[in-house]
């Protein structure tokens, strides 16, 4: 039996959820201690340490997942609950420095959400017509965080449709009535919502679509019967993004999370050796079970899965071998590279598929150097070199490690293509933006995008990018120290 672990609030980062646990509860002697599981005593100290760390790489972006999914849809005294499942949750503002359950927000689109579980039948998403102009996206992401389906303004169009979502285990026919049915390898699901919002004054706007934004089970859209209901869920609480990094009952949560994930043909030998060490397994993983070689083999394995993390980061993403466009898409896009959706759910959690958006990070200057709020920078676009899109742009700052937005008087976190008109474009026409702490003069804050005091990344993102972005012909240059 999965332990409930106690924990604090989840704060900074990444996710995803589950449902009943089958196995029998089992009494616990506490007079002895425990003896390690069949599982984990069939495999050597070194083989469990390599186990782990592909374990741990592999189920990275699942616990994480599970993380925001349990603050969004599970614990109702989180300030940052949204609400039940199988609901569209929609938020009528952008996001600011106080949502901290995801790193790497936008501040663009406002946010609707709805959290899926599809295990007793599907759902019928409708969505309203939208005028032509503003840019909307439907981002549809299983339990692993592969974007398995898109609807909006790039993939069906603003003219409105009705969508089927099914579960892995449903064998039904497309209902009339039905645009397309969409299949979850998963049996809980993600629905995220981006609408495009024109300024402050365009909110009322945003709300009117928001409402559009409908889910209802099959059933209830066919005017049926529902199906005989499924056992509640007993989630288990989840850990914080730092103990993440480090407890061994982060395998726990993913024996929890794996099993609304049904195994698929081509993971099955790879399932199977996660379970010789219990995740997955009849009984389960229980970290408090293993001998103390297998728990030390456990932890060197976790910690090996982060050594690879930052040198894939230090050697491939800052270099540019690798770009975050890579990181995130289907299945199929990722082909197996469990590493880099590793560092897709670490860097920017549901992050979008590169046909819907990309993600340009500058970690440090011009000069190579890492960019802090002890130095002014200069961001600049030049005169017919802005970003090619077919919606819209947004130049963001972050402040590191947390990754979150950054706090400041003038309570702007990004400037993006809409704000063009309020800002002082330069001689040739082109744009420069001053990232800096203080204020750069009262002449030039029309331009001014806040930094924090301390390290932080900037994010340029592309909203349906044009070929020239996603080809790499068209490219931004890093900020310049000034």
Known sequence: MIR??????????????????????????????????????????????????????????????????????VDKQDPQYKGGRNEVHSTARVFTPDDTTIQTPNSDTPYSTVGADLRAEPLVLTVPPIQQDRYFSVQFVDAYTYNFAYVGSRTTGNGGGTYLLAGPNWDGEKPGGVDEVIRSDTELAFLLFRTQLFGPSDIEEVKKIQAGYQVAPLSVFLNQPPPAPVPAIDFVPPLTPEQQRTSPQFFEILDFALRFAPTLPQERALRDRFATIGIGADDGFDADTLSPDIRAAVDAGMADAWAEFDTFRKDELETGRVTSAQLFGTRED????????????????????????????????AQGEPLTGANNYVFRLPSGQLPPVNAFWSLTVYEMPASRLVANPMKRYLINSEMLPSLVPDADGGYTFYVQNSSPGIDREANWLPAPEGPFQLVLRLYWPKPDALNGTWKSLPPEKV
């Open 334 to 365: 990722l082909d197996g590279n469990y590493l880099r959706r590793m560092a897709g759910a670490a860097l920017g959690i549901y992050g979008n598929t590169a046909a819907e958006a990309i993600y340009p990070v500058f970690t440090h200057d």
């Open 4 to 73: 409930r672990l106690a924990v604090g609030l989840a704060a900074l980062i990444l996710l995803v959820g589950c449902s009943t646990d089958t196995r029998d509860a089992e009494t616990t002697d506490t007079s002895a201690a425990p003896t390690p599981t069949e599982s984990s005593s069939a495999v050597t100290p070194d083989e469990a340490r390599a186990i782990a760390k592909e374990a741990y790489i592999y189920g990275f972006p699942v616990v994480d997942n599970y993380r925001v999914q349990y603050t969004y849809f």
